[in-house]
């Protein structure tokens, strides 16, 4: 999981791309980078690792030029994540130079990387799946190229074979130096892409003023993983990027698209409305905020199964993706709705810090359970999802630590048994608390005295009820069904032997 952004605009890029990032932060805590290209098509990139606010300073901005540019946060997924030569964006300089973001996860890196020495004789510099990506489509756009000048045919056809020899999830954002930017998704469209749209009066942009030209209205362009950062940029939405489709935007402002996937099909990735995005977001045309309130009127009645009558005095979420579905599960079940743990903004959220102890030492930093709402009482606790255990098992001792008579806990989501191999770091079954256990194991690994789950089925009904046009969803780690095909038991041995815990 990471956050893209790219803009097409007629004034400096920079503070825009930068603004985004902001946006986009919950997606990525590890690195960030900005690239920015001048219509003579001189590039300018700067990558760090950390937060954006921490990032980038008054000199770094002053340097990236120019009115077209991209952004990425990463949270690591592949490669070593204290890298920073992992930070993306990633540049190839030929054909004619290209920078290109990639928010997903590659599936066929091992096939990719032979053929890019063997066939294609391209040198790869680090182990990053995004820079497989680049030069894939570097090499195909090489082999698209006609004539001395490059059209939006010539960038579609390269799209088309990309689709041909990549497998995995992608949604990317690249600037071509000299022409402008494209965007794809993957054909499945399992990572979000959302593009937008700004009418621009030349007679009131200081740029047009001082090239002399005040007549006509133009319009800008953004495309972005969610679609928070087009309205706060006062963007109008026009649609999310299709499955398998490419947009181009030349530097005069045009827009081209054409579908470049065979058989496309529209099955974005579930996590996604459980916990990645931001609630204010709308995807594939799913409100985050109201799937996740579905998530709890389902989840109540689960709740009401499998909890003793008069086992629970007030609901408390975990702060914050589970407070929309904590407010419905006590609204349905009649019960107070407290507030109990209390948020230090300041710390990253847990589950995309890399490695199991920074995860267990930052839980107590981000919360402290208020002993004024939980003595003396059976606490009904709600959570989004659980993942390795590792923040469950912490707040639940929190909560008895307060002086709660007893914890019920329960999950918004399904049991995690799967490894997710899409672009979120769940690559290890022996990591996921609920792989090979039953719910009662789970509970007594937990240290909770009642354990719910959200059902699979009701998930997916609470997702898909908010969109007549999505008709599946990627729910790979909750039921081991891996959408692209290609995702074997050999394969996944190889991730957990390989990938950073």
Excluded at 67 to 96: C, D, M, W
Excluded at 311 to 316: E, G, P
Excluded at 438 to 461: F, S
Aim: aromatic residues 8%.
């Amino acid at each position: 999981m990471c956050g893209i952004v790219g803009v097409v605009g007629q004034g400096p890029a920079n503070q825009e791309v930068y603004d985004s990032l902001l946006l986009l932060q919950h997606r990525g805590q590890d690195s960030t980078g900005i690239a920015t290209a001048e219509p003579n098509g001189v590039f300018h990139i700067f990558k760090a690792k950390g937060q954006v606010r921490e990032a980038f300073r008054t000199r770094d901005m002053r340097a990236l030029l120019g009115n077209i540019g991209l952004g990425h946060v990463r949270y690591a997924t592949k490669g070593t994540a204290s890298s920073e030569e992992e930070a993306q964006p990633f540049y190839v300089n030929a054909p004619y130079g290209i920078v290109l973001v990639h928010n997903g996860n590659l599936t066929n890196t091992r096939e990719l990387t032979e053929e890019l020495f063997r066939n294609d004789r391209r040198h790869l510099n680090t182990s990053s799946d995004t820079e497989l990506l680049v030069n894939v489509l570097a090499n195909e756009l090489q082999q698209s190229i006609s004539g001395l000048e490059l059209d939006p045919e010539q960038i579609f056809q390269a799209v088309s074979r990309v689709h041909e020899r990549v497998e995995g999830s992608y949604a990317a954002i690249a600037l071509i130096a000299g022409y402008g930017l494209l965007a794809f998704r993957d054909p499945f469209g399992i990572r979000p892409l959302i593009l937008g749209t700004r009418k621009v009066d030349p007679a009131t942009s200081p740029a047009a003023h001082a090239a002399g030209s005040a007549t006509g209205a133009r319009y800008e362009w953004t495309v972005a993983s969610e679609s928070l950062v087009l309205e706060n940029g006062g963007f109008e939405v026009v649609r999310d990027v299709e499955p398998g489709e490419a947009v181009f935007i030349d530097l005069d402002g045009n827009l081209h698209t054409q579908q470049c996937a065979t058989k496309p099909q529209l099955v974005p990735c579930s996590f996604e409305y459980v916990y990645l995005a931001r609630p204010d977001s709308i995807m594939n045309g799913i409100s985050v905020y109201e799937a996740r309130l579905r998530m709890g009127e389902r989840l109540a009645d689960t709740i009401a199964k499998y909890t003793p009558e008069g086992s629970i005095d007030v609901v408390m979420p975990i702060p914050d993706s589970s407070r929309p579905a904590a407010m419905q599960v006590a609204r349905k079940l009649g019960i107070e709705y407290r507030e109990g743990f209390y948020k230090n903004r300041y710390v990253g959220r847990t589950f995309i810090m890399p490695g199991q102890a920074v995860r267990k030492k930052s839980v107590r930093q981000k919360l402290n359970a208020m002993s004024s709402e939980f003595k003396g009482k059976n606490v009904l606790l709600i959570d989004d999802s659980i993942v390795r255990g590792t923040t469950s098992r912490e707040i639940i001792q929190m909560a008895r630590d307060a002086g709660a008579l007893s914890v019920t806990f329960a999950s918004a989501a399904p049991p995690v048994r799967f490894p997710h191999v899409y672009g979120i770091n769940m690559p290890s079954r022996q990591e996921l608390v609920a792989h090979g256990r039953t719910i009662p194991e789970i509970a007594k690994e937990l240290g909770c005295d009642y354990l719910v789950y959200q059902e699979v089925a009701d998930l997916k009904a609470a997702i898909l009820e908010g969109s007549p046009d999505v008709e599946d969803l990627d729910m790979s780690c909750f039921d081991g069904r891996y959408i692209t095909g290609t995702v074997s038991e050999e394969y996944l041995a190889w991730v957990e032997g390989t990938q950073e815990s």
